[in-house]
């Protein structure tokens, strides 16, 4: 029998699908699978919002009835919940916050790194909008030295640079509503799913060299810059693998439905590797057109490289691409399609690997989430691992008190900002 504080679920609600992870957290033991449902989202997610409440309650209380199932345990038994959240109200931006150091050694302390990123975050947000996560980038020591953990450094002023990445409150709301629609006790934690599939795919290595991860799903595109376990640049694009098959729809006069399929079940690649010149599609009971293979081609090419510009000149603009010493990662649904890693790696002129769930054991494939589809939901069940363990840890439990002392959702953010303090978050 699972104890409640061993359980965490990870949520994620998408374009193309509605998943909920179960894992149970063991001291000295590595995170295990032990529930698992999905089902399609059925057109209530529109770019990462959902717009159908009714529907995606209703394909949520059956992904969870198939993750309670298989696991023995209920919704409600989780300590905590962790929820990956997207859609374009979506921003980030990088910021800083300055204290002085009157401490008596002048030396930098918790109490002066928690300040500094506090003025950080107030320094962003406006009204009408709510904090989803934010990390610390680096600091600055006396205006010119810049480390990564101050603490117990000699210095008269610290400044922290963060990112943070924050959304329209109706978001969040939408969110949190249908959760609580379909059983769940509290509010989850909210975590933007860029940030989530980082948890997901990226390696330690990749994080501290520099790495552009990108999540390519069906509605959305989500990015984000790391170096130095630093987060750089972040955001969402509204275009993601749904817009390849609208645009194949388009210029070949093709049904929606014929054209996500012949992306999703490996014919387009098929006719590739074996350089056929056409591909027929029934246009009619007994007809058949042949497409020359290059149309499908240039137009999957012209899409591609219009994602990934617009992502090349955001990042051109901030002076991050030469940070990127490990080159890209591609995960999501997206990254299945082997021309997306052609299209991405000529773009940016940078080696690219696929990025699959990574620390998966034989329970994790037993689950069968190892594939990019599920770097998410993977990565956003990591996070609440992260997030349980700051709760839990004896070292922190005065501090964390503090924190929940003031209320919730407070306590929440307070908890997402200390990332580098607590020394478990690991950006």
Known sequence: MFQKNNII?????????????????????????IGFGEAPSNNSVVKGEIVDMDIALEQLNKVVSQAESCS????????????????????SHQASG??????????VGDKEISSAIQNAQESIIQDGRIMINSFDSYFVLDGNRRIRNPSDMPARKL???????????NLIKSFYSLLNDA?????????????????????????????????????TTEYLAIFNMGILASGVLPLGFEHLANDLSLGLDLHMSDCRKLLQDGTIVQHINERKAFIEVKSAPGNIRKIPLASFETIIDLRLREIFQIIHSKLTAQNILQN?????????????FPHTSVSFSEVFNIPVRIGQPFAANKATDTAGIGNPRYGTIWG???????????????????IVKKMLDIADKAAIQFLQSFSKIFKSVKF
């Open 9 to 33: 679920t990870a949520v994620e609600i998408s374009t193309s699908k509605i998943c909920v992870l179960f894992g149970k957290v063991s001291a000295g033991e590595e995170l295990e699978i």
């Open 72 to 91: 023995n345990c209920l919704i409600t038994d989780s300590d905590v919940i962790a929820c990956s959240i997207t859609g374009t109200s979506i921003k």
């Open 98 to 107: 300055t204290v002085f150091i009157n401490n008596g050694d002048n030396r």
């Open 159 to 169: 400044e922290a640079c963060i990112h943070a990445v924050h959304c329209d409150n």
């Open 183 to 219: 059983g769940f006790d509290d509010d989850p934690v909210p975590v933007f799913s860029g940030i989530a599939s980082a948890y997901g795919v990226l390696t330690e290595d990749e994080k501290a060299s520099g790495a552009l991860l990108m999540d390519m799903g069906a509605g």
């Open 324 to 336: 990127l010493n490990s080159g890209g990662v591609l995960t999501g649904g997206g990254a299945l």
């Open 380 to 398: 956003t069940l990591k996070f609440a691992e992260e997030f349980h363990q700051i709760i839990h840890s004896k070292q922190k439990k005065s």
